[in-house]
């Protein structure tokens, strides 16, 4: 998946960061290309129309959301809006395995949370985001359920 993103002096070109399918790899694209890697890992040289070139690097996101954001020139610019409350509160709903399960459970739990956040981000539509991480949440709490009665 592409998220594109603006930056002055690349106007007509079309810059993004390309994520693999669970957020895990980031490459930042120019143009539909690999932008030219400049030196470090995650560091890249990007040419303006005027022919100079801009430092570009792109900062992993925090554990739990797991969109990056990308710094070009110092500026940072972020590839989507944070998650809204209630998006937190569905995808933190697999934490009751604490009281399902005890400590597996809460393992459980924070398994599920980190999922469902993924699910939230890559699933286009909200009928997809709710459903799927839904799904996996009752999933976890039956795991948490036949674990705790063993």
Same mark, same amino acid.
């Given at each position: 998946?592409?998220?594109?993103? &603006?930056?002055?002096?690349?106007?007509?070109? +079309?810059?993004?960061?390309?994520?693999?399918?669970?957020?895990?790899?980031?490459?930042?694209?120019?143009?539909?290309?690999?932008?030219?890697?400049?030196?470090?890992?995650?560091?890249?040289? /990007?040419?303006?129309?005027? &022919?100079?070139?801009?430092?570009?690097?792109?900062?992993?996101?925090?554990?739990?959301?797991? +969109?990056?954001?990308?710094?070009?020139?110092?500026?940072?610019?972020?590839?989507?809006?944070?998650?809204?409350?209630?998006?937190?509160?569905?995808?933190?709903?697999?934490?009751?395995?604490?009281?399902?399960?005890?400590?597996? !459970?809460?393992?459980?739990?924070?398994? !599920?949370?980190?999922?469902?956040?993924?699910?939230?981000?890559?699933?286009?539509?909200?009928?997809?985001?709710?459903?799927?991480? !839904?799904?996996?949440?009752?999933?976890?709490?039956?795991? !948490?359920?036949?674990?705790?009665? /063993?």
């Amino acid at each position: 998946m592409i998220y594109p993103f &603006k930056v002055p002096g690349f106007e007509n070109r +079309l810059l993004g960061v390309k994520l693999d399918r669970l957020m895990f790899k980031a490459e930042l694209m120019i143009d539909g290309k690999i932008a030219l890697v400049a030196g470090a890992k995650g560091r890249y040289a /990007l040419k303006r129309l005027d &022919k100079t070139w801009a430092d570009a690097s792109i900062e992993r996101g925090i554990f739990l959301d797991p +969109l990056p954001t990308v710094m070009v020139d110092g500026v940072r610019y972020h590839l989507g809006a944070s998650l809204l409350w209630y998006e937190w509160l569905w995808a933190a709903l697999p934490v009751v395995g604490i009281f399902v399960a005890g400590i597996p !459970g809460a393992v459980l739990g924070l398994i !599920g949370i980190v999922v469902n956040i993924r699910l939230l981000r890559i699933c286009q539509t909200s009928v997809a985001k709710f459903t799927l991480s !839904g799904i996996v949440t009752l999933a976890l709490l039956a795991v !948490g359920f036949i674990i705790s009665s /063993l």
